[in-house]
């Protein structure tokens, strides 16, 4: 079936360094992705998003990239601070109707 | 402040028991959704429901139901609970249309005994 994931499990930030998330999809026919936030004990917040007819987009302090060719999503925080901490979720699909990947915890060090 | 609520975010229940869980958005938004999110496996897709009274089956319907009366309220039955359920659950709602934002309530922590 189709199906959304992520490359790493985990990823281990220096504070002030730029993250880098990555998400591989397999689901040709989405046209929305969709980047969350889930802090521990919350649910899950969103923080970008992107249409499939765009391949870059931009908001505070984060990028996210979309390589239809690869079907590949990226997600970038630049100046990571230890509010970032979090585990992320890419998510792709189109009305309404969304596969989410399983996630990577992002871990910002000091 | 735009807001789902879910009802409660610890239950502990008993093999076989009838668990309700319930979800309110103050949006006025059409779309709502049920989610189980469990480790490694990220958020599965149980029920969503486009309107009042209406409902339809994601990837993992089996063992639960919902029901939507008022439009923004939507809840998730399990009939007869089993320890594989045992699992967070997530309520969201977005508006109508192709796209737009899921918004997702703190989440259920169900414990089947």
């Known amino acids: 079936g189709e199906s959304v994931g992520l490359h790493l499990p985990t990823l281990s930030v220096q504070e002030g360094d730029n993250s880098i998330i990555n998400c591989a999809y397999s689901?040709?026919?989405?046209?929305?992705f969709i980047w969350y936030k889930q802090e521990s004990g919350k649910g899950p917040q969103f923080i970008i998003d992107?249409?499939?007819?765009?391949d870059k987009r931009q908001g505070q302090r984060v990028t996210v990239l979309l390589n239809k060719t690869v079907k590949h999503l990226s997600l970038q925080i630049a100046a990571t601070q230890p509010g970032d901490s979090a585990v992320y979720f890419c998510?792709?699909?189109?009305?309404?109707?969304?596969?989410f990947g399983a996630g990577t915890q992002v871990v910002v060090t000091p | 402040d735009v807001k789902v609520t879910q009802s409660s975010r610890y239950l502990v229940k008993r093999t076989g028991e009838k668990v309700f869980l319930e979800c309110v958005q103050d949006m006025d938004h059409e779309n709502m959704f049920w989610y189980r999110q469990d480790p490694g496996l990220g958020l599965r897709l149980i029920y969503f429901?486009?309107?009042?009274?209406?409902?339809e089956k994601g990837d993992i319907p089996e063992g639960y139901s919902v029901s939507r009366e008022k439009k923004e309220r939507f809840s998730l039955i399990l009939e007869s609970a089993s320890t594989n359920q045992t699992s967070m659950y997530l309520c969201?709602?977005?508006?109508?249309?192709?796209?737009?934002?899921?918004?997702f309530g703190e989440g259920s922590r169900l414990t089947v005994l």
């Open positions: 969201a709602s977005r508006s109508q249309g192709p796209a737009g934002e899921l918004f």
């Open positions: 429901s486009y309107d009042v009274k209406m409902k």
């Open positions: 998510a792709e699909g189109s009305w309404g109707k969304f596969q």
């Open positions: 992107i249409r499939s007819n765009m």
């Open positions: 689901n040709s026919a989405s046209d929305y």
